[in-house]
Nanobody, 124 residues
């Protein structure tokens, strides 16, 4: 059974940092491209960033560029999202997702497996 478990969310002041983790089990992690998405109250889930299987490439939404960094540790079956210079508009539930493909993925339907999400709240 595939499981993706996010952790590391919480309450932080604007300008602060958080590092989210997503631990995967039940799948050959190194064969999956991983993604991070987020969903704010009343809004659709949106792409944050993606990382290829061996971390050879990453891609970010414009809102994340220059502030967020995705990394992965295939030995630990874990993907990370380092978030710096956080803004109130970054407040959302953050989800990791797994895609059994080589290329980066940007859309919700491109991912087969999803975690339950972790809440990030940025206060002003």
């Amino acid at each position: 059974q595939v499981q993706l478990a996010e952790s590391g969310g919480g309450l932080v002041q604007a300008g602060g940092s958080l590092r989210l983790s997503c631990a995967a089990s039940g799948l050959p992690f190194s064969e999956y491209t991983m993604g991070w998405f987020r969903q704010a109250p009343g809004k659709e889930r949106e792409f944050v960033g993606s990382i290829m299987r061996s971390a050879e490439s990453t891609s970010y939404a414009d809102s994340a560029k220059g502030r967020f960094t995705i990394a992965r540790d295939n030995a630990a079956n874990t993907v990370y999202l380092q978030m710096n210079s956080l803004k109130p508009e970054d407040t959302a539930v953050y989800y990791c997702a797994a895609r059994p493909a080589y290329r980066l993925g940007y859309g919700l339907t491109e991912y087969d497996y999803w975690g339950q999400g972790t809440q990030v709240t940025v206060s002003s």
